[in-house]
């Protein structure tokens, strides 16, 4: 009986020591990709050509434009009209709103929260939203006093940005 026993504890050890562990066994597509990165690792660089990296790891570089910079800047200055000064007051404000990215589209300019100072004419028959390319710029008056401007509002296609002063 005991030699029973102890020929099948032998088998059973046997046999287990034949079997792949479980991980190993079947290999997937991800798997196989870093033992092709290894291949290349162990190589002299001077004998990797680029026809040897595989067309799925080639990395294409793209230029992202960053979406925390506004697509416009604006220049506020003070300007004086001899014809309105003749009136009352000849001060007045000049905004101008300039395109810095490739193309945007302007929904909205808000000053001051739409409070007070609001941009009342727009130069070149612009209602004040419409679409920029880089370099093209607007401009209107603001019949306010320089301090009394806080911040200004610009609604674009791609967010709205708060330029304060």
């Known amino acids: 009986m005991k030699k029973i026993i102890v020929s099948l504890c032998i088998a059973a050890l046997l046999s287990a020591c034949h079997q792949e562990p479980q991980s190993t066994a079947k290999a997937s597509s ?32 793209e230029f992202v434009q960053n979406t925390n910079e506004p697509p416009v800047e604006l220049h506020l200055s003070e300007q004086f009209n001899e014809h309105a000064a003749k009136m009352g007051n000849g001060n007045y404000l000049q905004l101008d709103v300039s395109a810095i990215s490739d193309e945007t589209t302007i929904y909205k300019v808000i000053v001051n929260r739409g409070n007070t100072c609001a941009p009342r004419f727009w130069y070149r028959n612009w209602p004040g939203h419409g679409q920029l390319k880089f370099g093209q710029s607007v401009r209107a008056n603001i019949y306010c006093d320089f301090h009394a401007i806080k911040e200004i509002n610009v609604e674009t296609d791609t967010g709205a940005y708060t330029f304060n002063f």
């Open 30 to 61: 991800k798997d196989e990709q870093p033992a092709a990165v290894q291949d290349f690792a162990n190589l002299d660089i001077s004998e990797v050509t680029t026809e040897d990296i595989p067309e799925e790891e080639t990395i294409h570089d």
